[in-house]
């Protein structure tokens, strides 16, 4: 048999079975589960209420308050307060409150707690982030979790692979947010609704890995189970080369343009150069899409000695403490703060409307985040494109959506 | 079993924040959040069901967050079941895991806001009575199936467990 990357992965977690096809149900053994301070609450609820008194291994599971924090009311203080208890009743030392927390997604692969070949499930649908680095994961809701912390396993049905092939050469200031967008844009919100995502090429092959984990973060925004790109180096971990793939899309990205997504959707997508009339009054560099360093790094460039227009808002969040401590050793805060944006300590905040930044009747926010979906950042009435840090730093100058070009 | 209810349309890619924004994820209580169910887009839509009614949607119904809050939400506005052409997977696996009842058929296009629905859980069955049709679902996948037998995934876990 020929399998892909993702079916290796889930036939050597999945002791019982000697072989997996896709449509397949497993029950699937796991190395790690975590929620947050949304998600968590419900699943441990759910774990008491089926009367369970233990873990199965203290050590896979992680809680991370990163939604609310630091606590923005006091009900969502109470929420958060509820992970601490519980990590301290069963003795989860990977539990991070504001000071040594970070976005989940950012700080997970950055204290190594995931690892490639490793198959890893959480309470919030951006855990397929993890597929960057020849992880299986995939995001489901608290009472699979729940589940997972008594069992230490889930269910699953083995998805299908689309394999994505990438050639050419990406142009300057376009990133793995751009190719991801472009894909979705091809795609839409359902494309690849159930599946596995895989990415590769050789413009995948040349990719640092922030951009990788942007990419595999926005698998779900077009519908799908996972996002993977398979590890570099010695590993052996890749797909057979007869691999069946339900689908094979190739794209020359040659010549393409920073994207961006429009209003409502993420898959509502235009190169940046036709949305120049668009005005914004409010632009955020951060979340578990674009808010590590080579983000922050990228957005420094544009912004370095100049100022940021009057006329908006700038929020710039580091999504790790450890992020935060390096932007400041660059320099990349002090550029931050004289060009008049703000910076923020990590949060998931401004993203899904939580708070850092929610916004108004009628405003218009350019974000690096992954979901534009009406009202996600705040009002019903207010409107969200998504973009790279790049084009987010550009536009936070022109007060309006602009290319980095034009800086 | 059989449900009965009025149908409530939705069109398609309704997401989670729709179904309940994320400002009101600091409860789990599905009295409280089934009162801001679907407030975005349809604000009076709370007020308007009754007991037993039912949501009818388009293609890739729950896509977006993971907030298992999204169907407690629906079932807590008092919403009974969930008919749609197709559903985004983590919602799918969450209303299994917590028995909110859910169909796909490609012909809830045909279905009206107002119309009276019957829907036979075992058998899969919508009876549109306004319209004297019947339409077929998907049945759900054996696995699947154990799981909505069980009453949802923490009673199947105690049988499996057992």
């Avoid at chain 1, 968590?40 to 008194?53: D, N, S, T, V």
């Avoid at chain 2, 407030?39 to 993971?66: H, L, M, R, Y």
Wanted: proline fraction near 4%; glycine fraction near 8%; aromatic fraction near 6%.
């Amino acid at each position: 048999m020929n399998y892909t990357i993702t079916e290796k992965i889930l036939m050597s977690h999945t002791p019982e079975k000697k072989e997996i096809h896709p449509g397949e149900f497993i029950w699937a053994k796991i190395d790690l589960a975590l929620a947050n301070d949304i998600t968590a609450p419900l699943a441990i609820e759910e774990f008491k209420k089926a009367g369970a008194k233990k873990v199965f291994d203290k050590n896979k599971i992680a809680l991370v308050a990163d939604h609310f924090t630091p606590a923005k009311d006091s009900r969502s203080a109470n929420q958060a307060k509820m992970l601490f208890d519980f990590a301290k009743e069963h003795s989860i030392k990977n539990c991070f409150d504001v000071g040594r927390m970070g976005v989940e997604h950012a700080l997970l692969p950055e204290l190594g707690l995931v690892a490639p070949g490793d198959l890893v499930v959480g309470a919030d649908s951006h855990t397929c982030t993890y597929g960057a680095l020849g992880v299986f994961s995939t995001g489901m809701g608290s009472t699979d979790i729940a589940a997972s912390w008594i069992t230490g396993r889930v269910w699953l049905r083995a998805p299908q692979t689309i394999k994505f092939v990438y050639k050419g050469k990406l142009t300057k200031w376009a990133s793995g947010k751009d190719l991801i967008l472009h894909t979705i844009g091809d795609i839409g919100v359902d494309g690849a609704l159930y599946k596995a995502m895989e990415f590769t090429g050789p413009v995948i092959d040349k990719l640092d890995m922030d951009s990788r984990l942007a990419m595999c973060n926005m698998a779900i925004e077009a519908g799908g189970k996972s996002g993977i790109i398979a590890p570099d180096g010695i590993s052996k971990l890749k797909s057979d080369k007869n691999a069946e793939y339900s689908e094979i899309k190739e794209y020359d990205i040659s010549k393409m343009e920073p994207q961006v997504a429009c209003p409502h959707l993420p898959s509502n997508v235009k190169p940046v150069s036709q949305l120049k009339n668009i005005k914004v009054d409010q632009v955020i560099i951060g979340s578990c899409t674009n808010g590590r360093i080579s983000d922050l790094r990228v957005a420094a460039k544009v912004l370095k000695g100049k100022k940021v227009t009057s006329s908006a808002r700038t929020v710039i969040i580091p999504a790790t403490q450890n992020i935060m401590k390096q932007a400041i050793k660059e320099g990349l805060v002090d550029i931050f703060v004289k060009s008049g944006c703000a910076v923020s300590t990590p949060s998931c905040g401004p993203c899904l409307g939580g708070h850092c930044g929610i916004l108004a009747d009628g405003e218009t926010a350019i974000a690096t985040t992954n979901r534009n979906f009406l009202g996600r950042m705040g009002s019903p009435k207010s409107f969200v494109y998504l973009s790279n840090p790049a084009v987010a730093a550009a536009s936070a100058i022109k007060g309006r959506i602009a290319h980095p070009e034009e800086i | 079993m059989i449900l009965k209810g009025r149908a409530h349309k939705f069109g398609n890619d309704i997401n989670t924040d729709d179904i309940i924004a994320a400002k009101y994820l600091v409860t789990t209580d599905p009295a409280e959040l089934g009162a801001k169910c679907m407030e975005t887009i349809a604000p009076d839509f709370a007020a308007k069901v009754k007991k037993g009614d039912i949501i009818v949607a388009g293609n890739n119904f729950g896509c977006g967050s993971s907030r298992e809050h999204a169907p407690v939400s629906i079932k807590g506005a008092g919403i009974s079941c969930v008919i749609a052409k197709s559903f985004a997977r983590i919602f799918y696996r969450n209303s299994i895991n917590i028995g909110l009842p859910i169909f796909e058929t490609n012909q809830a296009d045909d279905i009206k806001t107002g119309d009276e629905l019957e829907v036979d859980l075992v058998q899969g069955e919508i009876k549109n009575i306004t319209q004297n049709k019947i339409y077929k679902s998907e049945a759900f996948a054996g696995f699947m199936q154990e799981i909505v037998n069980a009453g949802g995934l923490m009673k199947w876990i105690r049988r499996k467990r057992v």
